[in-house]
């Protein structure tokens, strides 16, 4: 069998380019979201309108948590909450969700978002009081 080294070279720069076009036309935005025991901590608070691809990685050693996208202008101290603390999410417009992730179990989370203020929770019991919730902008 011969190999031809030009050909292969060649297929090779064509699938570099074609994947260096495919980033450039507006590939999802990939955010990394880390739930650890009390907190979400993303690696960017802002992504641009139309597919958003959240990264979500259960850090904790023990604790089951929830991921939940909300669309709302609300800061986290006026979203509402039941007599437990728990966010009342029926009251709000939920854009997707991961739940139950197990510790150190990882998911993703595609989703199509407009321009707007968001949300994002724990709303397990207990979670969101201990202050598992972020807020994150999508801009135009």
């Known amino acids: 069998m011969v190999i031809d080294v030009r050909k292969l070279l060649m297929l090779s720069v064509a699938s570099l380019l074609a994947l260096t076009l495919l980033a450039a036309c507006g590939g999802p935005s990939g955010i990394t979201a880390d739930l650890t025991d009390i907190s979400i901590q993303l690696s960017s608070n802002t992504a641009k309108t139309g597919d958003v691809l959240f990264h979500i990685k259960n850090t904790s050693a023990s604790e089951i948590h929830e991921f939940v996208v909300l669309q709302t202008d609300l800061s986290a101290d006026q979203l ?8 009342e999410e029926d009251k709000l417009t939920s854009m997707g969700e991961k739940g139950d992730l197990a510790a150190g179990q990882s998911a993703d989370l595609a989703l199509k978002l407009p321009a707007g203020h968001y949300m994002l929770i724990c709303n397990l019991p207990g979670h969101f009081k201990l202050g598992m919730h972020t807020a994150f902008t999508v801009t135009p």
Do not use: H, S, Y
């Not at 509402?80 to 966010?87: E, I, K, S, T, Y």
């Open 80 to 87: 509402p909450l039941d007599a437990d603390g728990n966010v």
